[in-house]
Each structure stands twice: as C-alpha cells, then as structure tokens.
DNA sequence: ATAGAATCTAGAGTGCAATCTAGGTCAAGC
DNA sequence: GCTTGACCTAGATTGCACTCTAGATTCTAT
C-alpha cells in the first residue's frame, strides 16, 4: 500500500486527472511539503507518483475541502513523515478538526435556516402579490 | 422598522460592535455598494446609521458566513435598492443561494464520515499500541 | 529523426476579502 | 478651551491559495 516496485508510477499530469488537482497546485504542494516523502524522479527530471501519493492527495482534497488550511495539512504531513511515535499528535489533530468541521456545519445549517425562511417569506409574497415582512429600498434622508 | 425618525443614530463604531464587522469593513462594504441606501453624514461628515443598516447587515453576516461572496450580497443589495417590483429575482437568487448551502453542508457531512472514520482509527491504534491503517512514512528510493 | 505534447524551474500575478497606514478632522468630557 | 478618542479619505498592504508566465528540457508517437 506504499510501494512502486510494481508498476506505480504515474506522471504529474495523471496524478492531476486523479485527483482533481491542477500540475501547478501538485508542484506548488511540493514546494510546500504537503507530501509524505521525496517524490522521486525520472533521470530526466520529472516527478514519478505512486498510488500511495495520490491516495494521500485524496485525503488532503477531504481536509482541505473541509477547510483545513494548507498550513494544518502541512503539519499533519510533518507528523507522518517523522515517524511512528507521535500517533497522539496526529489524533489529536484530527480530533481538534472533526471539531471544527462539526462546527461548521452547525453555523452553516443556522444560516441555512434563516435563509430559508426568507425564500419562503419571498415565495409567499411573490405569489399573492403582498409585500409584508421584505426588504424595501428605504429612504437615504 | 426602517426609520431614524426616533432616536436610532449609530456611529460606526456603534454598529461595528452590533454586527462582529470592523469599522473598516463596514467603510469597505459601502464603497462596494453593499448597503440598501446611502448611508446619511452628520454636518461633520461622520456616518449615521439606522437600525434597519444593522438588520441587513445581519443578513448579510449570515450570507457571507454561508459563503455568498460579496458580489452576490451585491446583487441581492441592488435587487433591493431598485424597489418593488423584482421579488421573483431576489427569490431566485435566494433560492439558489440555499441549494449552494445544502450543498455545501452536504459536502461537509461526507468529509466528516472521512475524518471521523480516521480519527477512530487512530484512537484504535493510540490504545492498543498497532499501526494497521495507518499512515507511514513511506520510503522515497 | 523529429514534431508536438508534457514537463521542468523560478518567480510573477491573480482574486478575494479584508485590514492597515498616513495624515488629517470631529466631537465629548473635563 | 483643550485634550483625547473616534472618525474621515484614499490608497497600500496583507494573507491565503493557487495560477500563470517564460523559456528551456524531456518524453512519445510517427
């Protein structure tokens, strides 16, 4: 599950069809140590991913989608590359994002109930043609 | 409900603490035209706001927080601002806007089972000492 | 062998949403 | 009256996360 003595090696441009990612972002997530290893080259110079990097990629695109920042995902890649040890550190890391992402989804779904509450208020006026309870364009005076 | 007819004048500052957004914020989203009105100066030049600034103001907390960029609170501002008669359109536009929440949470809750489906596993792992599932540093040869 | 596509590097540029700076003006309390 | 804090404008700066540029090199298919 982290070999590519088989055959694994994938370009940049594959690793960006899989996993949704631009060759701009992969190389700038290199340059930022996003990456759990060296991503070793041909002789010629270009990037050879295995499996095991884009399935971390996938990882990654949850996390960051779920609003880690880079600079968390960098963290949480600094922990695994250093080892077995700090397996607490990284728990602690994941639990701490849960958190966040539990909250944000409480917030989101606050906002999405005041919202709602608007269309409907919208859908009411809109279709019995009364005006009560929106937003005119009050007077500047 | 929208009037400053009573004693319902507010400094800047005074909303700034209403509504959790900086004073520069608030000069920011009137330069962009986020408001429903001019918002009125005393002779010296200072804003006057009303409590009906600080309403739509929470409105548009909640949009932003649930991620319509300005440029859509702009649209919706100047839906408002050109008077009765494009509810239908400000409809729409809120109609769209809760979908894009839904979908938004909807992502959120897929992520969460991701991460949360981690963070089991690693306090698995923390407790009883094994390393299956787990991330290792891979080798890079 | 060679054309064309993909990749390389270093660094500049983009977009969003503020946020801050500089150099003042205004207003409230003592 | 005067100090002090809040406020004013215009414009520069920040931070994040890419995204693109330019010019050179490498790989692939014919």
């Not at 701009?24 to 095991?52: C, D, K, M, S």
């Not at 609003?67 to 250093?82: C, D, E, T």
Request: charged share 30%; aromatic share 6%; glycine share 10%.
């Amino acid at each position: 599950m982290s070999e590519q003595a088989t055959e694994d090696a994938l370009s940049i441009g594959d690793v960006a069809k899989a996993t949704g990612l631009g060759v701009h972002a992969l190389r700038f997530f290199e340059r930022e140590e996003l990456f759990l290893r060296p991503i070793p080259r041909t002789a010629g110079g270009q990037r050879v991913y295995g499996l095991a990097d884009v399935e971390w990629l996938l990882l990654c695109n949850r996390l960051r989608d779920s609003g880690m920042p880079i600079a968390g995902v960098k963290r949480f890649a600094r922990l695994v590359r250093s080892g077995p040890g700090n397996e607490p550190e990284r728990l602690a890391l994941l639990e701490e994002h849960e958190r966040t992402v539990r909250d944000k989804i409480a917030d989101l779904t606050a906002s999405l109930e005041i919202i709602h509450g608007k269309v409907l208020t919208y859908r009411k006026h809109v279709e019995d043609g009364t005006a009560a309870g929106l937003w005119s364009p009050p007077p500047s005076p």
